[in-house]
């Protein structure tokens, strides 16, 4: 498309100069070179920076993908802890059970791949990398697979 557009402005100069009177074409052909490169040097730096927009707006796009099935999947999560881990607790702690003994019962979350990202990891759930959760900072191994996420 951009070399088309050149062309046939490289035409319409040609032409334009062709038909300019003899006394003035040198003028015009002057004019025409330094306004057709004007015009390239435009819209080449235009494509190259929308090629570069679209390339990064896809990588974006990828990664608020990543987010969201991240954000779904920390909500189906804690669905499942306030819906049916946390009453079965509360249930079992009426009855008489001991807190230890509900603890070393309770399962413990399934180890995820997030990207790199520790970004979800409650307080009391163990942090592969021993210490503290982390939480969004990138670290090689993270998520305890080895590989980075």
């Known amino acids: 498309m951009l070399s088309a557009a050149l062309v046939v402005t490289a035409a319409g100069a040609a032409g334009a100069v062709a038909l300019a009177p003899e006394t003035a074409r040198t003028w015009v052909a002057g004019t025409a070179i330094v306004a057709w ?3 390239a040097a435009v819209a080449t730096t235009a494509s190259v920076r929308l090629r570069r927009a679209l390339r ?3 990588a974006r796009s990828g990664e608020l993908e990543m987010t969201k ?3 779904m999947q920390h909500g189906a999560e804690t669905d499942q802890l306030v819906n049916t881990t ?3 607790i509360a249930r079992q702690l009426a009855h008489g059970t001991s807190a230890d003994d509900i603890l070393a019962g309770t399962p413990t979350p399934p180890t995820r791949t997030c ?5 979800s990891s409650p307080a009391r759930w163990p942090n592969p990398h021993g210490g503290p959760p ?3 900072r990138r670290s090689s191994g993270c998520c305890g697979n080895g590989t980075g996420g």
């Open 37 to 39: 490169a004007c015009m």
């Open 56 to 58: 990064r707006a896809e």
């Open 69 to 71: 099935n991240n954000w």
């Open 86 to 88: 946390l009453p079965a």
């Open 115 to 119: 990207g790199g990202y520790c970004t």
């Open 134 to 136: 982390r939480r969004g």
